[in-house]
């Protein structure tokens, strides 16, 4: 997480800025409130927000923003948290994870019944292609163009994997950047005539049964995210 802190110590945030720095809707961050995910106190309509409880959520979870983020010191004549006997304040501590009712949901889990990314089929489809020669750029001499599929290669697998165990917003995201790694091959196949004649099978293969893979993941996590939404 990479934030920036005003001088003085911060100790509660507003929900929004913990949605910043989780990279969340800031009705997620109350439900995960809600949940007893991250510990808050509730002062009439307005909540406030555990920053350590944030922090220690986010490397739980690995949901953390993906760029710079200043966050803001709530009005320093109001500190809820240390005034646990207002009578208008509800604290909010964490459960233990198997307790959480947000996070045993279908969107806040990994896809499937296994917990492995082996679950999904852009994972073996990706491990299939990878196996082919195109990839190794057997026989032909090029290590630049082989360094550089090494490398595409790399950041689909990462991006699958932390998509695979990211939630919401984010997860799409990692799917999308790892969709993009695999255009990325096929531009660099493309772009050699010499290379998409040798190995047209191995291209194919990724551009008719990689490819639209991710595609169709993406799309079906998009709409249960529509789903969710529309449902809360």
């Given at each position: 997480?990479?934030?920036?802190?005003?001088?003085g110590s911060i100790t509660e945030i507003s929900v929004e800025d913990a949605a910043k720095l989780l990279g969340?809707?800031?009705?997620?961050?109350?439900?995960?409130?809600?949940?007893?995910?991250?510990?808050?106190?509730?002062?009439?309509?307005?909540?406030?927000?555990?920053?350590?409880?944030?922090?220690?959520?986010?490397?739980?979870?690995?949901?953390?923003?993906?760029?710079?983020?200043?966050?803001?010191?709530?009005?320093?004549?109001?500190?809820?948290?240390?005034?646990?006997?207002?009578?208008?304040?509800?604290?909010?501590?964490?459960?233990?994870?198997?307790?959480?009712?947000?996070?045993?949901?279908?969107?806040?889990?990994?896809e499937g019944k296994n917990k492995s990314p082996h679950a999904l089929a852009c994972y073996r489809l990706c491990?299939?292609?990878?196996?082919?020669?195109?990839?190794?750029?057997?026989?032909?001499?090029?290590?630049?163009?082989?360094?550089?599929?090494?490398?595409?290669?790399?950041?689909?697998?990462?991006?699958?994997?932390?998509?695979?165990?990211?939630?919401?917003?984010?997860?799409?995201?990692?799917?999308?950047?790892?969709?993009?790694?695999?255009?990325?091959?096929?531009?660099?196949?493309?772009?050699?005539?010499?290379?998409?004649?040798?190995?047209?099978?191995?291209?194919?293969?990724?551009?008719?049964?990689?490819?639209?893979?991710?595609?169709?993941?993406?799309?079906?996590?998009?709409?249960e995210l529509n789903e969710r939404r529309k449902a809360t």
């Open positions: 997480m990479t934030m920036s802190k005003p001088t969340v809707s800031t009705r997620m961050v109350t439900k995960y409130i809600e949940a007893r995910r991250i510990k808050a106190i509730k002062v009439k309509s307005k909540w406030f927000v555990d920053l350590a409880s944030v922090e220690a959520f986010s490397q739980a979870t690995g949901l953390r923003a993906q760029d710079h983020v200043i966050i803001k010191p709530i009005d320093p004549q109001i500190n809820p948290l240390k005034d646990k006997a207002s009578e208008s304040s509800e604290i909010v501590n964490p459960k233990k994870k198997d307790e959480d009712p947000v996070l045993n949901e279908n969107l806040e889990k990994p491990l299939q292609a990878f196996n082919m020669p195109f990839w190794k750029m057997a026989e032909m001499g090029e290590p630049q163009m082989k360094e550089r599929l090494s490398h595409i290669q790399f950041e689909i697998l990462e991006n699958l994997g932390a998509g695979f165990y990211s939630y919401g917003d984010i997860k799409c995201y990692h799917y999308r950047k790892a969709r993009g790694s695999i255009g990325a091959a096929l531009a660099l196949a493309y772009s050699r005539e010499d290379i998409s004649k040798k190995w047209e099978k191995d291209v194919f293969f990724v551009e008719t049964k990689v490819l639209p893979a991710f595609s169709s993941l993406i799309k079906k996590v998009e709409r």
